[in-house]
């Protein structure tokens, strides 16, 4: 049985008095002793505040990206050892808005993976086809040079800490949702790629939904059988539309 993962990726928002008030209701609301976990991921310059105002709670911390190394000339960036020093137990690695809008390339996001890995962080691989890529038929062939370039340069035992998240680039902050069954389809899809390699690690792994999952749509994408959580955007900025999803993911059980 995959432990439902509840993961709120905050993107770029948040001031300081927003993120305390965001975290107070999330930690207020979420049981002692949830059935699943639950992750928050704010930007770089929130994960100390959070990661204080999380000391007591079971909430997790993650972040949104990292660069390659420990140290180095590297100016803006951030590593992986200095994410964990401040709490991170988790790094999202190539989520769309890296890949499109940042130029993140396949060899990138692989490197980055491992990146996280070497730092003791569990990376949250993020795959997902664009519109265009869909109706062209290419999701499979997106998906599976996504997943490819990851295992081909970490090796598929690297894959027994992450997590992946299917993120189709369509459903992002777009309102519009994958239906539980398009979900369904690829995440089998994406099990069954890993399964060619490692029939155990396939069976193990959490592949979490992205892309408009909301306190109205979560019941019904989490019963799916290979969805294991929501990488959630807008509506992980509002405590109690985040919570509704954590609720809904604990009544899947
Ligand atoms: P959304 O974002 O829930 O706002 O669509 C999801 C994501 O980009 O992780």
Redesign the pocket.
């Known amino acids: 049985m995959r432990k439902p993962l509840i993961?709120g990726?905050w993107?770029m928002h948040g001031s300081l008095p927003q993120v305390d008030t965001l975290v107070q209701g999330i930690t207020q609301g979420a049981k002692a002793d949830p059935k699943i976990d639950i992750l928050v991921l704010p930007t770089f310059i929130h994960l100390a505040q959070v990661h204080a105002l999380l000391s007591h709670s079971p909430v997790m911390l993650g972040a949104q990206n990292l660069y390659l190394g420990q140290q180095g000339a590297f100016t803006g960036e951030v590593s992986g050892t200095m994410l964990k020093e401040v709490g991170c137990q988790f790094v999202?690695i190539g989520?769309?808005?890296r890949r499109h809008l940042f130029h993140e390339d396949l060899a990138l996001v692989a490197a980055k993976f491992k990146a996280a890995l070497e730092a003791g962080l569990k990376p949250i691989l993020?795959i997902g086809e664009t519109q265009q890529e869909r109706e062209q038929n290419q999701t499979e062939t997106v998906i599976r040079s996504q997943l490819e370039s990851v295992i081909q340069f970490a090796g598929i035992s690297a894959l027994q800490q992450a997590v992946i998240?299917y993120?189709p680039v369509w459903?992002?902050?777009?309102?519009l949702?994958a239906t539980p069954e398009q979900a369904q389809t690829v995440h089998a899809t994406i099990r069954g790629l890993i399964a060619q390699n490692n029939v155990d690690l396939a069976d193990t792994i959490r592949i979490l939904y992205?892309?408009?999952?909301?306190a109205e749509n979560a019941a019904s994408l989490l019963a799916m059988p290979d969805i294991d959580g929501?990488?959630?955007?807008?509506?992980?900025l509002n405590a109690a539309s985040f919570l509704a999803i954590c609720s809904a993911a604990e009544a899947s059980l």
């Open positions: 993961a990726n993107k999202l989520h769309s808005e993020c998240a993120e459903a992002i902050g777009t309102g949702t992205g892309g408009s999952m909301k929501g990488l959630i955007g807008g509506a992980s």
